[in-house]
């Protein structure tokens, strides 16, 4: 076909868009969006039922919505650059009991070491709660016996014993895995049965935690596996080529070739989409997010514009599992309440949903005649003094949260949670009077009990973050967000923001994730030569996880007191996304710091400015000088309460941070609180926070100013630490 010419003689050749889409699966509905790659904006949505109940499980609900969008929006299989979708299925498997019968074949070298090694390889079941556990049958070869004939052996013995999956587990595995591969080259190359190698998931010592961590992977693998091939199938069947990226619960993605091999690392995915859609509308590094849906809210930290990771607890255990931090509360949108005379006792538990009530603001005003109190238990052995209101009709309805800020007309028109205040009133006035109060009263009390159990646990993760309190920042995301994040914000004295399209945030979060993998080691007093070896190791991860190599970024973190060494990177896919953001002018983001900092424009001034960052700063009083780090974007990288900040060159950092590390030091009566350090290096911040050795701060530093041109002018923030 020959090019086109426009009138001026010139060649016009048709771009074609290129979409990411992005699928999020939830309780209820599994939603599809597709985001415009060169502009990120949506341009489709989707939406279908979760298939629980489907032969395929919830896989079969993401084709569907995969290929409804597509369909309902025109999308072409060639213009789709990108698809990830989040799952449930490894949390679900673990919640319902939907495993494998996992066999364990250890091996260690002999004498004492070996008898430790082999008690800690000898797996009991792992309780998963309501009579559900994963079987463990295990096998024990010394290093001694160790051979070919051996290991099948034993894998045959538990194979009659029910085993359905093998882990492979050895001491110091993550020293030298050699035998646990020589394990797996048996059980899974020759007899066919899917293996999981306990060093490959992770390279952590505690053989028992390790070994655990590979049981639980084993268990779910068969499912996971099913799920994944029927998914990577309908999408290829759709035409569309790319690779199938699945959500990490680290807020991460990789390629389903890799989730195959490491299912468990997809635990909590879900509420990992919508932390990482957050952070796409978020402007502050620092904040909490607050996902709430009917039945309940997830709350975890931003800090530092990452998401807070931990390691998961499965039957109570500790695992080697890294996902969001994230507390998990029964009081939500429709969350129903429970009172007595005196006053309202308790909100939640029991949702609308569970009793199979409708939420009274939802209720067509007009339906709401000759309202009547009953108090009923939702579930057998559920108190009896939740609130059902029943109506002339026979109806029964209830009271929730979503309805009280509706009465109290905290709710703009514009969210999800917004309905009939004024049938809201009428339901709740036979509770007022049951009371001896209003209704408006009544309202603020439901609100105030929500309140008092969601907020300790906000600052419980502040304190535990060191997330300093005029830094929290709440982001609501949800469809019931609005019902409850601006009472909370309120009465915590904090901003809040409802991102937009808070709706389909997690769908935008899968969407847009980066590639992320994670690697840990045991290593006593690192070098130089151990930090550029890690972060070598983290970055071929990534790579291997889907990521452009040239997009790979890595921070290293060292735990001092477990001699924990851990580098965390972060990539791009291939086609990576193009921030078109508009950049922010000066006059912006000194309005954007100044309302971050709760102050006036004139109040505060720029100490230090790269092309690609600006650092506002109270003008200085004589007292501490809080820190914003501001991008050209207008986001604000960094967030600290007292700092100092510098302009250098490569060359000059060492003199400068040395003479922080005293300056900024805070004495305390049993302690010597040494600051946190921030550099502004091209368009990146680099953290280099938590350490307490003037050396080891530098060693990390000198990694990355070593691959970088001695004249380029950085900038160097240190920031007090006060916890």
């Not at 868009?17 to 209820?28: A, F, H, S």
């Not at 595995?173 to 048996?186: C, F, P, R, T, Y």
Request: aromatic share 6%.
């Amino acid at each position: 076909m020959l090019p086109e010419w426009n009138r001026r003689g010139i060649m016009s050749i048709e771009i074609k868009r290129q979409v990411r889409m992005g699928i999020d699966v939830g309780g209820t509905h599994t939603k599809a969006v597709a985001i415009d790659n060169a502009t990120q904006k949506i341009i489709g949505k989707a939406s279908v039922k979760t298939t629980h109940d489907d032969e395929y499980g919830v896989a079969a609900g993401v084709v569907q919505a995969f290929q409804k969008c597509m369909e309902q929006h025109g999308i072409a299989p060639e213009e789709v650059i990108f698809v990830a979708h989040s799952t449930t299925q490894a949390t679900n498997a673990l919640v319902e009991g939907d495993v494998a019968k996992v066999g364990i074949i250890g091996t260690s070298e002999g004498g004492i070491q070996g008898l430790l090694a082999k008690i800690q390889m000898k797996l009991g079941n792992i309780d998963l709660g309501n009579g559900r556990k994963i079987e463990i049958v295990n096998r024990y070869i010394p290093e001694g016996k160790f051979s070919h004939d051996s290991v099948e052996q034993a894998a045959k013995e538990l194979r009659a014993e029910g085993a359905e999956v093998f882990v492979a587990t050895q001491a110091f595995g993550v020293d030298d895995m050699a035998e646990e591969q020589n394990i797996a080259s048996v059980t899974k190359d020759e007899m066919g049965v899917e293996t999981t190698m306990a060093s490959e998931i992770t390279k952590l010592y505690g053989l028992t935690r390790r070994t655990r961590t590979a049981a639980i992977n084993a268990s779910i693998l068969p499912k996971m596996l099913n799920t994944a091939n029927q998914t990577e199938y309908s999408v290829r069947t759709a035409g569309v080529t790319v690779p199938l990226m699945i959500m990490r619960g680290d807020g991460g993605v990789m390629e389903i070739t890799e989730m195959k091999k490491r299912p468990v690392l997809t635990m909590l995915s879900g509420p990992a989409a919508s932390v990482m859609g957050s952070l796409v509308y978020l402007r502050a590094s620092n904040g909490v997010y607050f996902e709430v849906g009917g039945t309940t809210v997830n709350i975890g930290v931003i800090k530092d514009g990452r998401p807070a990771i931990d390691y998961s607890i499965v039957g109570g255990h500790r695992t080697y599992i890294t996902s969001l931090d994230v507390r998990v509360m029964g009081v939500a949108g429709g969350s129903m309440i429970r009172v007595s005379e005196k006053g309202v006792k308790d909100v939640g538990p029991r949702s609308a949903h569970i009793a199979g009530l409708e939420y009274a603001v939802f209720t067509p005003e007009e339906e709401i005649v000759d309202p009547k109190l009953e108090l009923f238990s939702p579930r057998p052995g559920d108190p009896s003094d939740y609130v059902c209101i029943r109506l002339a009709s026979g109806k029964r309805i209830t009271i929730t949260n979503t309805c009280a800020a509706n009465v109290l007309g905290l709710i703009d028109p514009q969210y999800f949670s917004y309905g009939n205040a004024a049938a809201a009133r009428k339901a709740m006035q036979p509770v007022a009077d049951y009371m001896g109060t209003t209704v408006e009263d009544v309202a603020r009390q439901i609100l105030t009990r929500a309140y008092e159990k969601i907020s300790p646990v906000i600052f419980e993760l502040a304190d535990k973050y060191k997330l300093e309190r005029d830094m929290i920042h709440l982001v609501g995301v949800g469809g019931g967000a609005a019902a409850l994040i601006g009472f909370c914000a309120e009465k915590m004295g904090v901003h809040y923001s409802i991102p937009e399209n808070a709706e389909v945030i997690s769908s935008i979060g899968v969407a847009l994730a980066m590639v992320r993998d994670v690697v840990e080691r045991t290593v006593p007093n690192p070098t130089a030569d151990d930090i550029r070896a890690i972060k070598q190791e983290a970055i071929d991860k990534a790579v291997e996880s889907g990521a452009a190599p040239d997009t790979v970024e890595v921070h290293i973190e060292i735990d001092a007191q477990t001699s924990k060494l851990t580098a965390i990177a972060s990539g791009s896919t291939e086609v990576k996304a193009q921030d078109l953001m508009a950049e922010c002018s000066e006059e912006e983001a000194h309005a954007i710091a100044a309302e971050d900092m709760k102050t006036t424009v004139d109040a505060i001034e720029v100490t230090a400015h790269s092309p690609n960052f600006r650092i506002f700063q109270p003008k200085d009083t004589g007292g501490a000088r809080a820190v914003r780090i501001v991008d050209k974007k207008g986001f604000i990288k960094v967030q600290r309460a007292d700092a100092k900040a510098a302009a250098t060159r490569v060359t000059g950092y060492r003199g400068v941070v040395t003479q922080m590390w005293e300056e900024l030091a805070v004495y305390k009566a049993d302690a010597i609180l040494r600051p946190d350090y921030y550099i502004c290096a091209g368009a990146r911040v680099m953290d280099f926070s938590g350490s307490t050795e003037l050396d080891r701060v530098l060693m990390l530093m000198d990694v990355e100013m070593q691959a970088m041109d001695a004249s380029m002018e950085i900038l160097v923030v240190g920031a007090r630490t006060m916890m």
